[in-house]
């Protein structure tokens, strides 16, 4: 009898299990691991800089690292806070996994840190259905994109624990519709909690890291997704949005990306990280990492493709 293996719920499932190690080491150190999703230029990074400074101020040991495809730019950003930033760049994977951010933490994250925050790629397909061993999982959108987000990316939105609308400032200038994006969200995540944030301004300013503070002492309940709920049940976690330019494969297909022009990765789990201190901030450091896996329907760096040069 011929068996056919979902190869894609093999490598979430192997995920998933990286993932809740993670989870309960960190857990057992005191560190709260906050998971940042947006699409690219939502002002993740700015507004994040203002909850890293304010993290300071307030006396909390926090870090950032902070994922791109290329360029050190938004760790050159977060470095500005004074609190410990690490860059990764993933060469062409459009996500973070969490044995990726085991790799990244390994030897860099200092012992009293009681919050890091991870922002992940700018993209709000592939990270959706990756467990980084986050306590709490944000998802950003600006005002600027559009109402009906949460509906075209149901993953990110559903899964999230917390939704941040970004760029309020501005909200009125290009006619963004409150009330119809948190009717949106309200489908996809029954529930969840909105906050509003100007970066510019310093609306909202605080809230995301008193969300943080609370997911990591349970003073606060956690938002429990209704699809996450639906995840637990089944034992399996959720497709990925089809159709917005990622082209996740079933079964044995292989993805197509598009935008990214990431093909298909074979051969073992290698994951070579070359760190250099840069010297920006008390600890900055921007590292390129190679993750080439049986990643069947993923997108990623074609095979053939060599890694971006270093930069010192």
């Known amino acids: 009898m011929c068996r056919v293996v979902d190869l894609r719920q093999a490598v979430l499932a192997k995920n998933e299990g990286a993932a809740q190690a993670l989870r309960d080491e960190l857990t057992a150190r005191g560190t709260t691991v906050v998971n940042l999703l947006s699409s690219p230029g939502s002002g993740k990074t700015a507004l994040l800089e203002r909850e890293l400074l304010l993290a300071r101020e307030r006396g909390v040991a926090v870090a950032a690292l902070t994922a791109d495809l290329a360029t050190e730019n938004?760790?050159?950003?977060?470095a500005r806070s004074g609190v410990p930033v690490k860059q990764v760049l993933t060469d062409g994977l459009c996500h973070l996994e969490a044995a990726m951010l085991g790799r990244h933490l390994d030897g860099w994250l200092p012992e009293d840190t009681r919050l890091l925050f991870v922002e992940n790629v700018g993209n709000?397909?592939?990270?959706a259905s990756y467990d980084l061993g986050e306590s709490l999982r944000v998802v950003l959108a600006s005002v600027t994109e559009g109402e009906d987000k949460p509906l075209k990316y149901p993953t990110a939105f559903g899964l999230a624990q917390l939704v941040v609308v970004t760029k309020t400032d501005i909200a009125r200038a290009v006619e963004f519709d409150e009330a119809a994006f948190r009717a949106n969200v309200e489908r996809v995540n029954p529930g969840v909690e909105i906050l509003m944030t100007s970066a510019r301004r310093g609306e909202g300013l605080g809230l995301l890291l008193d969300r943080a503070l609370a997911a990591g002492t349970g003073t606060g309940?956690?938002?429990?997704?209704?699809m996450a709920r639906q995840q637990r049940q089944t034992g399996h976690s959720p497709d990925p949005d089809p159709g917005h330019g990622h082209g996740h494969g079933h079964g044995h297909g292989h993805g197509h990306g598009h935008g990214h022009g990431h093909g298909h990765g074979h051969g073992d789990d290698h994951a070579h990280d070359h760190g250099h201190d840069h010297g920006h901030g008390p600890d900055h450091r921007h590292?390129?990492?190679?993750?080439?896996?049986?990643d069947h329907g993923r997108d990623r760096r074609p095979p053939h493709s060599q890694p971006a040069a270093q930069t010192r």
Do not use: E, I, S
């Open 221 to 226: 309940t956690a938002h429990t997704p209704v």
């Open 124 to 127: 709000l397909v592939c990270p």
């Open 287 to 294: 590292l390129h990492d190679h993750d080439h896996g049986h």
């Open 74 to 78: 938004d760790a050159l950003r977060l």
